[in-house]
Antibody, heavy 117, light 108 residues
Framework: QVQLVQSGTEVVKPGASVKVSCRTS????????VHWLRQAPGQRLDWMGW????????KYSQDFQGRVTLSRDTSATTAFMEVSGLTSEDTAVYYC??????????WGQGTLVVVSS | SYALTQPPSLSVAPGKTARISCGGD??????VHWYKQRPGQTPVLVMY???DRPSGIPERFSGSNSGNTATLTISGVEAGDEADYYC???????????FGGGTKLTVL
């Protein structure tokens, strides 16, 4: 079955960067886009961007443009999301997700990123 | 950029009907999807293509879309329906996913 398995909790210092992985299985990776979202504690879902797993093209939300980099490793069927210049406001659960025909049909389990000195 | 607006909260007694709205400019021209999220859990798709229910979602859940408002309707509300609900569309001008701000459904 379709699975997206994310890397574990990260605790990072302000100003640092973090890279989260999303290992996929159960479907043909290069035929789908992987999207990234985040949810700060008690807050709404925020869409961050997506990567075309086939050709590597990316699209970013204006809210994250310039601070987020999406990449993928097709041989490992894994997508990555890196955020730089972290502040306490970036403390959140980060999700990867597979989108089919405009809706999310599969989610990763989420990765908690805590930004703290 | 395109935006979706949801009421922050809605309270409904058990057995009654909950109608969760999702407003957007001419949203009727877009395909709206809905997700349910309980505290500490990953969101779950409850409605796609506006009116289609994924397997496992009860018939009590239905969707509609007209004018500037899409609606998720939950009939015979149960305690297990208490959650945050998000609407979502694909903005084909920007190729971005757009979420509403979410509605917290409380079952009284």
């Amino acid at each position: 079955q379709v699975q997206l398995v994310q890397s574990g909790t990260e605790v990072v210092k302000p100003g640092a960067s973090v890279k989260v992985s999303c290992r996929t299985s159960g479907f043909t990776f290069i035929h789908y886009a992987v999207h990234w979202l985040r949810q700060a504690p008690g807050q709404r879902l925020d869409w961050m961007g997506w990567i075309n797993s086939g050709n590597g093209d990316t699209k970013y939300s204006q809210d994250f443009q310039g601070r987020v980099t999406l990449s993928r490793d097709t041989s490992a069927t894994t997508a990555f999301m890196e955020v730089s210049g972290l502040t306490s406001e970036d403390t959140a659960v980060y999700y990867c997700a597979r989108v089919t025909d405009g809706y999310i049909d599969s989610w990763g389990q989420g990765t908690l990123v805590v930004v703290s000195s | 950029s395109y935006a979706l607006t949801q009421p922050p909260s809605l309270s409904v007694a058990p057995g009654k009907t909950a109608r969760i709205s999702c407003g957007g400019d001419n949203v009727r021209t877009k395909t709206v999807h809905w997700y349910k999220q309980r505290p500490g859990q990953t969101p779950v798709l409850v409605m796609y293509y506006g009116t289609d229910r994924p397997s496992g979602i009860p018939e009590r859940f239905s969707g509609s879309n007209s004018g500037n408002t899409a609606t998720l309707t939950i009939s015979g509300v149960e305690a297990g329906d208490e959650a945050d609900y998000y609407c979502q569309v694909w903005d084909d001008i920007t190729d971005h996913v757009v979420f509403g701000g979410g509605t917290k459904l409380t079952v009284l």
